[in-house]
């Protein structure tokens, strides 16, 4: 009969160690986040150290090309700088960037989707057409606009995820169809005029023009942020795992507001603060919260990383593949607008240029890895400021259109190369 020696006998004591030596030698498991914020700030740069080492660059390239890029052109040209410059581009990057946003969910999937400019070019066409040909109600031809377009995302997501058809291939046929669509619906004249003072003429000419309302916006991101901070980390600690300690969410809370408070004194220098800005950053907190606090956006990552452990996991992968490439779809819908608004009219060059490759390329510039996986929505805001300024750099230095395609290329490899140097160094590391 075998006898259980790890059982203790009946009175003995439960706690009492039969190998003690063993035991001194035994090393406590103690999660590496928790050292750091122990360690203080010799933590904090031996944390950064490590995340270099693993590849793991997050925003650092592009934050620092954005200066590069700010020192590079007020050396040129001292108007780079000036609120009148820097407000128009970030009222110029909204259209792009809306676009870009949708492109994320697509990028995080490990996927492409080529037909976001043909859909933003056909929702303004639609739009449009709705609005002064049909006398619709603007707001009502807007959210039908929005909705065709996610609803032809769905149908693209369709023929990917129940079909089987890649998503390239599927993507590649509906930037064709849709760009025909948009000629059809356009007419002849190919050219339908918004109204400049309507709701969609409104979205890139509205400035709030009190300058209170730059500052007050930039109080309560400020607020909104130190609260929600410091109440996940009192939930943290109440359930036993590592937090950040009070000293740094305050430092970071300051960080912000001097961010935000630059922003909206540079904002009412000029005209005030843009309506289109605002509705910009409300999608891009409410994307990155849906990312970062939902189920939903968990099983997006999920099958960035696996397809078939989230399949294994219970996840319905047809339809999230649908629904990200239906959010693809709304957003291209809702820059297509923001473009249109941009010059009061949808036309027959809506959706084409460059525009597609500008869209993904701010995604990935910002930050959103081409491998799926890895990226946030703040990633779009990111690359899409380094694309304009770029743009507006070179406009004041009245640059040739080819070497402005030329630059934002070296650009976008540089990302590309850095992003594929990156993975590869986290597979050494262990990290991907």
């Given amino acids: 009969m075998s006898i259980d020696k790890t059982s ?13 030596e063993a035991a001194a030698a035994a090393v406590t498991v103690v999660d590496p986040r928790l050292l750091v914020r122990e360690q203080g700030l010799t933590g904090y740069v031996g944390e950064f150290k490590r995340k270099m080492r693993a590849g793991d660059l997050g925003s650092i390239p592009v934050v620092i090309g954005l200066i590069v890029i700010g020192v590079v052109f007020q050396s040129l040209n001292s108007a780079f700088l000036s609120a009148e410059n820097l407000n128009n581009i970030t009222i110029t990057m909204v259209g792009t960037g809306m676009i870009s946003v949708g492109i994320v969910f697509v990028l995080l ?68 169809f849709w760009l025909g669509f948009m000629l059809q619906t356009l007419g002849a004249n190919g050219t339908i005029n918004l109204d400049s003072d309507g709701l969609i003429g409104s979205l890139t000419t509205y400035y709030f023009t009190d300058i209170a309302a730059a500052y007050g916006l930039a109080a309560v991101v400020t607020a909104v942020f130190f609260i929600t901070s410091f109440l996940g980390n009192r939930r943290r600690e109440a359930a036993g795992i590592p937090s950040r300690p009070l000293n740094e969410t305050i430092l970071r809370t300051a960080l912000l507001a001097v961010i935000c408070f630059a922003a909206a004194f540079m904002y009412n220098q000029y005209k005030g603060l843009p309506l289109a800005t605002v509705i910009f950053l409300v999608f891009l907190v409410a994307t990155d919260f849906v990312l970062r606090r939902t189920s939903y956006g968990r099983k997006v990552f999920a099958l960035g990383g696996s397809v078939e452990a989230s399949r294994r996991a219970g996840i319905n992968v047809t339809a999230v593949r649908i629904s990200v490439f239906a959010v693809s779809g709304g957003f291209a819908a809702m820059g297509g607008l923001f473009l249109a608004s941009k010059i009061a009219s949808a036309n027959q060059s809506a959706g084409t240029g460059d525009l597609l490759m500008n869209a993904i390329a701010a995604a990935v510039i910002g930050g ?48 590309v190369v850095i992003d594929s140097i990156t993975r590869r160094t986290q597979k050494t590391a262990g990290r991907a």
């Fill in 8 to 20: 203790p006998t009946p009175g003995q004591d439960e706690h009492v160690v039969e190998n003690p």
């Fill in 109 to 176: 999937l490990g996927e492409i989707d080529l037909s976001v400019g043909s859909v933003s070019g056909a929702s303004s066409a639609i739009a449009a057409v709705l609005a002064v040909n049909q006398g619709w109600p603007e707001w009502a031809a807007v959210l039908f606009a929005v909705a065709a377009g996610a609803a032809i995302g769905a149908a693209h997501g369709f023929f990917f995820a129940v079909l089987g058809a890649p998503a390239f291939a599927v993507t590649l046929a509906g930037l064709l």
């Fill in 368 to 415: 959103t890895s081409l491998f799926g996986g890895r990226g946030r929505t703040w990633n779009a805001l990111l690359g899409v400021m380094v694309i304009v300024s770029i743009q507006y750099g070179l406009q004041l230095e009245s640059i040739a259109e080819p070497v402005k395609y030329m630059i934002t290329a070296g650009v976008l490899l540089t990302t």
